[in-house]
């Protein structure tokens, strides 16, 4: 693995298996280091330098700037999601979310529109520029949904699907890994480490909320997660407040922080009318709501760009 000074190989299998010593000394080897983490790739033991993913067409996320991603829960109808996707272009967006599978708790709910969906999002991409992100939901779908999307999202209700995060890691699209409901940092940096092993380095992790005690919202969002990621793995990781909290007043002020925690972005709902929206309505900002948050963030980063650094 290349960085800005040297070249790391990892050797990876059983632990205890080989002896670092036998490596130091040979030409060209400054040292060996057994990495100790039960995740071994996208530990900082394997290391250092911070993961930078590279989008199609040349969006980064992870370069020290801050990256929106903004849309409606799921893809309802063209004009709904055109419309999503002007808003979020106009206002300074980097990536379109939008759901076209759905996995919802009831089966009675709405559960997206499927390739019609991924079309739908493919045409806002043409007429804005967007990059795209959506869930895949199984091993099946995978090559649809990398033929519409720039970046795949595996779902929090997925995160430990063994199979799903192996499949996705045979292809080359990003990856958006959400944390799971109950998973700790471990948990979660061993589901990327799935996606990793299998070749694909190119992981975004996800902070949305995980289940608390608390009635006052829809799940507890744990933003020292974003510290502590940066210190034990190179991956970058962005935070979701809308999912975390299920409540439009409190995403905005849960976003700023999550830029004072160090994230590399933020994932936001939005919808032109979130009262007729088919999922999420309650959470997620309309577009005046949204540009006010814009301009915020924006505010946000610049003065944070100004300050020294002080995770690595």
């Known amino acids: 693995m290349g960085g800005r000074s040297r070249t790391a190989v990892g050797i990876v299998g059983n632990d205890g298996a080989v002896d670092p010593g036998r490596f130091v000394g040979m030409p060209g080897v400054s040292e060996a280091v057994p990495v100790s983490k039960p995740y071994k790739q996208v530990s900082r033991e394997w290391k250092h330098e911070a993961t930078i993913v590279e989008l199609p067409g040349g969006a980064r996320i992870g370069d020290g700037s801050v990256t929106v991603i903004a849309g409606p829960c799921a893809v309802e109808s063209r004009e709904q999601i055109h419309a999503a996707a002007e808003i979020v272009h106009e206002l300074g967006g980097h990536v379109l979310r939008g759901g076209a599978f759905k996995p919802r708790s009831s089966p009675y709910s709405f559960q997206g529109l499927g390739e019609r969906g991924l079309e739908l999002l493919a045409a806002a991409k043409q007429a804005t520029g967007l990059k795209i992100v959506t869930e895949v939901v199984a091993a099946v779908d995978i090559e649809l949904v990398a033929r519409y999307a720039d970046v795949l999202q595996i779902g929090a209700r997925n995160m430990q699907n063994f199979h799903l995060l192996s499949a996705v890691g ?111 309505g309650h959470q997620a900002l309309d577009p005046d709501e949204f540009a006010a948050l814009a301009a915020e963030l924006r505010a946000l980063a610049a003065h944070l760009s100004a300050r020294p650094e002080t995770v690595t």
Not at 214 to 234: C, F, K, N, Q, W
Not at 262 to 280: K, N, S, W
């Open 170 to 280: 045979e292809q080359p699209r990003p990856v958006l890994l959400k944390r799971g409901l109950m998973a700790t940092v471990e948990e979660l940096l061993l589901a990327a480490e799935y996606v990793v092993s299998e070749g694909n380095p190119r992981v975004v992790l996800c902070e949305r909320g995980v289940r608390g005690f608390g009635a006052h919202a829809r799940y507890t969002l744990d933003l020292s997660i974003v510290p502590a990621i940066r210190e034990s793995s190179h991956l970058p990781v962005i935070v979701d407040p809308s999912h975390a909290t299920g409540k439009r007043a409190f995403v905005a002020p849960l976003a700023r922080a999550a830029l004072a925690a160090g994230a590399d972005g933020v994932m936001i709902e939005t919808h032109p009318d979130p009262q007729q929206a088919l999922c999420d």
